[in-house]
């Protein structure tokens, strides 16, 4: 079973989460993980806020071996942005991502935010499919957006769902 929550407040499980964080970037986005150093100077933001996903299955562990998932996002006014979503190289395909948005769009309704916003490459064919499900549309393309030398250029896609 798993559990979607909020970051602890108990300040080491508060750092223990955001390393295993930390390590499923590291994972999944190797080429562009976002450090805990960096999470953490995000999370000092107030609009900033990360929804964690945990495998209560594994009730023996330590907490961070517990997280599954997780979904960084920023909230300004009426409009949000997810800022990562990711889920645990073992654990892809188990509706772990369609838990954390499901829970996202139910506090961002609660907070009345009328739209939310992401930015993914267009070559990302599982976070489209997703986004798709989940009611994105593409709004803008930024072309080119994501340069790396001896390859070819990646455009960016703006998607938003409206409440
Ligand atoms: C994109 C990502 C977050 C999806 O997480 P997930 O927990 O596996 O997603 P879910 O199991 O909730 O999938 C929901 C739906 O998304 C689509 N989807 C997810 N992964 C897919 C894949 N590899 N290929 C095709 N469709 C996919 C499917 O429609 C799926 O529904 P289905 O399983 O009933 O067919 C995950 O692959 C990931 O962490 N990727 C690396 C990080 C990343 O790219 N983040 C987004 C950056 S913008």
């Not at 806020?49 to 562990?61: R, S, V």
């Not at 990562?84 to 769009?105: C, D, F």
Request: charged content about 20%; some cysteine.
């Amino acid at each position: 079973m798993f559990t979607i929550e909020k970051l602890p407040t108990i300040p080491s499980e508060l750092e223990q989460t955001i390393q295993a964080v930390a390590v499923i970037e590291g994972m999944i986005q190797p080429q562009d993980s976002w450090t805990y150093q960096t999470l953490v100077e995000l999370l000092e933001q107030d609009s900033i806020n990360m929804l964690i996903i945990y495998d209560q299955q594994q009730e023996e562990k330590a907490i961070n071996d517990k997280v599954v998932g997780y979904c960084l996002y920023q909230m300004v006014f009426e409009q949000a942005e997810i800022l990562r979503i990711g889920t645990h190289p073992e654990y892809k395909r188990q509706g772990i991502a369609s838990q954390l948005l499901s829970v996202l769009n139910k506090q961002l309704q609660a907070c009345e935010v009328e739209s939310l916003l992401l930015e993914v490459r267009a070559d990302n064919k599982p976070a489209i499919a997703l986004y798709e499900q989940q009611k994105f549309t593409v709004i803008h393309t930024r072309r080119d957006y994501y340069q790396v030398p001896h390859q070819p250029a990646i455009d960016a896609l703006i998607m938003q769902r409206v409440y």
